[in-house]
């Protein structure tokens, strides 16, 4: 059984996207599924990793009209029983487990996908999961660097399926209404823009190598990445720290503001980026910096990213926001809602929401407003419409975070290419735009 079981793994990874389900791609027509309008609408999803975020976003996905999570995969036990328990909470059938979610794409009948997995298999499984014809809900980022974020969107328009990137202020009613002031002239032109995210994370020691903790398929788990040995302080969240599996704060949280002011700024790519920071608070393992300060340059305006894991002084009150200055006032915009002032500091209009939101927890900021992006998913599953964060939208904003790092990583600015946001004339940063992988495991599309 085993030997099988390790046999159909090897296969599945060692193929092509499409080869990799079994060739199932090609037998999907429209006829087979149930998501086109005036059709049975109801949507069955698969959820994709169920330790923290994910447990939440199932129990929010079961809650929604017309929808069915039929699958909860995670490849470590106690986790995909959450996701089970999440989803058997809100009333709901309990899912089917499984410990490789691969086999539940295998399921003619499951019409989407939630991947809450590492970062590290964000781009691989949402290229599985388009080539067998399931859409797709990913949260951020896209993907671990920016090749696999291409490959992302390559595979969502071969294959024609729904991509939708987990940035879901995007579906957030009052904050849309302040985008549309702010590009409406509400402060003015704008000419910067300062976003950040501030937390108190604790040190995470130096890890030892022992034996894999008990219900955790270490190998599944690793997947598309290089082998390394197991340690004691990396699963289940701080492998964000470390390089080779995670892409640190500016992609774990700063993604989220970047995002809101590259659609205030209507900013495709920047021209310019530069990093400063580091790994300051503790002397352990943790590779990515705890402090960093990330700055674009456009012709537009100059956008500025402020990264403190460990150190949660708020910034205009909040613990993590966007701040616009135009030459007739300012915007600040930060959980749902939006202050302006004129040039001289008086608030002009303060537009605040009933939602109750934590900008520091980790499972879900607030369930209302997680609930609005994931109807517009379903709603453009249904209709055959784009998200509001598609995928070609959400490789932006992650791009632009990942710039971040690889100036960081190389310690010099980078100049991009405003055709398609790649380094222009660097090598050493261009080393950093895509990753080795673990031979029979690369992403194909």
């Known amino acids: 059984m085993k030997n099988s079981r390790r046999r159909f793994i090897k296969n599945i990874a060692g193929s092509s996207a499409a080869v990799a389900v079994g060739g199932l791609a090609s037998g999907f ?135 939708q990137l987990g940035t879901q202020r995007r579906s957030w009613k009052l904050l849309t209404e302040g985008i549309n002031e702010l590009k409406g002239g509400a402060i003015g ?15 995470i020691g130096v890890g030892q190598q022992t034996a894999v903790m008990p219900g955790l398929d270490y190998e599944l788990w690793q997947g598309p990445a290089p082998r390394m040995p197991y340690k004691d302080n990396l699963i289940h969240y701080n492998w964000h720290w470390f390089w080779h599996w995670g892409t640190g704060e500016a992609l774990n949280n700063g993604t989220h503001e970047i995002d809101v002011a590259r659609w205030g700024l209507g900013i495709d790519y920047p021209t310019k980026v530069n990093s400063t920071g580091g790994r300051f608070f503790a002397n352990d393992d943790w590779q990515t910096p705890d402090t960093q300060l990330i700055t674009f340059e456009s012709p537009q305006a100059t956008v500025v990213w402020e990264g403190r894991s460990c150190n949660n002084f708020k910034t205009e009150g909040l613990d993590r ?54 109807a517009n998913f379903l709603d453009s599953i249904r209709l055959s419409k ?55 495991w690369e992403p194909k599309v």
């Not at 929604?64 to 959450?82: F, G, H, L, M, S």
């Not at 001289?344 to 879900?364: C, E, F, P, Q, Y």
């Not at 992650?398 to 710039?403: S, V």
């Open 189 to 203: 032109k704008v000419h910067m823009a300062k976003a950040w995210y501030t937390n108190a994370r604790k040190p």
């Open 386 to 440: 784009v998200p509001n964060a598609d995928v070609a939208i959400g490789f932006k904003s992650t791009l632009w975070m990942q710039l971040g790092n690889i100036a960081q990583r190389t310690g010099h600015t980078l100049n991009i290419d405003q055709a398609n946001g790649h380094v222009v004339g660097d090598k050493k940063a261009m080393e950093l735009w895509a990753r080795s992988y673990q031979p029979g």
């Open 29 to 163: 027509t429209a006829k087979s599924y149930r998501n086109i309008q005036g059709a049975n609408d109801r949507i069955r999803v698969a959820v994709i990793g169920s330790n923290g975020r994910g447990s939440g976003m199932a129990a929010t996905f079961a809650k929604q009209p017309n929808t069915e999570v039929i699958y909860v995969c995670d490849v470590e036990e106690k986790a995909r029983q959450k996701g089970i328990d999440a989803v058997k909470k809100t009333g709901k059938d309990a899912p089917i487990g499984e410990n490789d979610f691969r086999k539940a794409l295998l399921d003619k009948n499951v019409d989407a996908c939630y991947i809450a997995t590492p970062d590290h298999w964000h781009s691989p499984a949402t290229i599985l999961c388009c080539a067998a014809g399931k859409h797709v809900y990913c949260e951020k980022p896209l993907a671990h660097n920016p090749r696999e974020g291409e490959m992302s969107i390559a595979a969502a328009r071969k294959y024609n399926r729904i991509v």
């Open 321 to 374: 926001g966007v701040l616009f200055y135009g030459d007739k006032g300012v915007m600040l915009t930060g959980h749902d809602g939006y202050i302006i002032y004129d040039e001289n500091g008086k608030v002009l209009k303060d537009i605040k929401s009933n939602a109750v939101i934590d900008g520091r927890n980790t499972s879900s900021p607030g369930e209302s407003l997680d609930a609005v992006h994931i």
